[in-house]
Every structure is written in C-alpha cells, then in structure tokens.
C-alpha cells in the first residue's frame, strides 16, 4: 500500500524528474514532478498504488500497447490458439526471459519490437 506523495524509485522517463504517486477521479497513478512542463506518467495500480512494470516514454509505452494487443489474441479471442497461462510461458521462452521479467509492461522498445514481428508471423499462420 503506497500514500499519494510516495516517490516511485524509477525517474520520469521524459525528463529524469521524480514520478510521484497521486489521485485522481480514475485512481492511483504516478506522474511526473515537473507537471504540467513535463507530462511523463507510469501506471499503478488504481487502488493501492503498485507500480505497474517499469516506466517508459511515449514510443516505447505505444509499442508495448500494441505488443499486448497482439499477445493477447494468442489466448483471448477468435485467433487464440493456447491458453493464458501457456501463453505466458511461450512469451518467457520466446523472448529468453525468466517468468518474473515476461510481463510486456516491463519490456523496452526494442524487446516490444522483437515480439511484434514474432507475433505478426506467429498469428499468420
Ligand atoms: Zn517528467
């Protein structure tokens, strides 16, 4: 459980700011100190203010959007061919990573990068 004011130990990815934990009519989120200058945020969880993954700048979070987008018609949806949980698994072995660092919000632009040619092509045939 994190208070608003708690300062996440990540800097603002836009400008190396500090991001700091706030409230706002749709919950928790981190955002950066040097708003409205700078509008670098991170996501938490609504409620009790997690961190969610690691902070990113803009391209980056756009790619791990569309990354997810394409991950998740591996188990969800008309295309699906694994469940969620294998999903999860191909996703570590696919990318070389252990179970804790196979979350795509934790992921850099080129790692986003990676998986969204490997998934094209995976969901193709
Ligand atoms: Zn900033």
Sequence with gaps: MY???HILKHPCPECGGELILRNSKYG?????ANYPKC???????K???EPLGIPADKPTKQS???AHNLFDKLWNGPEATMRRKEAY???AR???LDKDNAHISKFS???CDKLIKILTKELKT
């Design 3 to 5: 208070n608003p004011g």
């Design 28 to 32: 928790l989120f981190y955002g950066c």
């Design 39 to 45: 509008d670098g945020s991170h996501g938490a969880h």
């Design 47 to 49: 409620k009790t203010g």
């Design 64 to 66: 791990r959007i569309e």
């Design 89 to 91: 698994k191909w996703l």
């Design 94 to 96: 696919t990318m070389d």
């Design 109 to 111: 632009k080129e790692q």
